[in-house]
T-cell receptor, first 115, second 113 residues
Framework: DTEVTQTPKHLVMGMTNKKSLKCEQHMGHRAMYWYKQKAKKPPELMFVYSYEKLSINESVPSRFSPECPNSSLLNLHLHALQPEDSALYLC??????????????FGPGTRLTVL | RKEVEQDPGPFNVPEGATVAFNCTYSNSASQSFFWYRQDCRKEPKLLMSVYSSGNEDGRFTAQLNRASQYISLLIRDSKLSDSATYLCAVNRWAGGGADGLTFGKGTHLIIQP
């Protein structure tokens, strides 16, 4: 089972709203990732969590705030977003953060529209 | 030189044909290489990891050439269902800790009946 789940599937929010994206995996993976994908572009890395600790932040604006409450859950808190933040937000997980060729499995994504 | 480069296509190929994609990467320290398939408005799905010795999975064969810093994907006996965007992905550092992937822009494949 290589399932990563994400909720919600679709989200529409105003620029003054606060919302959260949720990602969950029950494969015992110890690394989790957030990527952003704009239309007709490849996924771009935002954050990496390794053993529930933030290990990589790709200079993402502070209006995006990640959180890893436990080894199975990853959240992305959104506040004061801009219309250009509209994109598909993908969560991924991988088994062993220090394991070399570590395969990442992606969730179905949350399609975010900021009005 | 961009980190990971792919020919965006589209590749229009008749059903049953063999098609090959290449992907070049700039970071010689990269250790992990993957091919993902992405259907329209869906998430990337892992197609194959790519190893130095090359690997094959049914109609799909992946190769890695470290000296020239490219990976390739060969699809034999192509099916209509192979129509998708194929993304190559390379890890960003040489091992040691969780590592993000850098993706190429993807190659769009259209299999025609």
């Amino acid at each position: 089972d290589t399932e990563v789940t994400q909720t919600p599937k679709h989200l529409v929010m105003g620029m003054t709203n606060k919302k959260s994206l949720k990602c969950e995996q029950h494969m015992g993976h110890r690394a989790m990732y957030w990527y952003k994908q704009k239309a007709k572009k490849p996924p771009e890395l935002m954050f990496v969590y390794s053993y529930e600790k933030l290990s990589i932040n790709e200079s993402v604006p502070s209006r995006f705030s990640p959180e890893c409450p436990n080894s199975s859950l990853l959240n992305l808190h959104l506040h004061a977003l801009q219309p250009e933040d509209s994109a598909l937000y993908l969560c991924a997980s991988s088994q062993d953060p220090g394991g070399g060729a570590d395969t990442q499995y992606f969730g179905p994504g949350t399609r975010l529209t900021v009005l | 030189r961009k980190e990971v480069e792919q020919d965006p296509g589209p590749f229009n190929v008749p059903e049953g044909a063999t098609v090959a994609f290449n992907c070049t990467y700039s970071n010689s320290a990269s250790q992990s290489f993957f091919w993902y398939r992405q259907d329209c408005r869906k998430e990337p799905k892992l197609l194959m990891s790519v190893y130095s010795s090359g690997n094959e999975d049914g109609r799909f064969t992946a190769q890695l050439n470290r000296a020239s810093q490219y990976i390739s994907l060969l699809i034999r006996d192509s099916k209509l269902s192979d129509s998708a965007t194929y993304l190559c992905a390379v890890n960003r550092w040489a091992g040691g800790g969780a590592d993000g992937l850098t993706f190429g822009k993807g190659t769009h494949l259209i299999i025609q009946p």
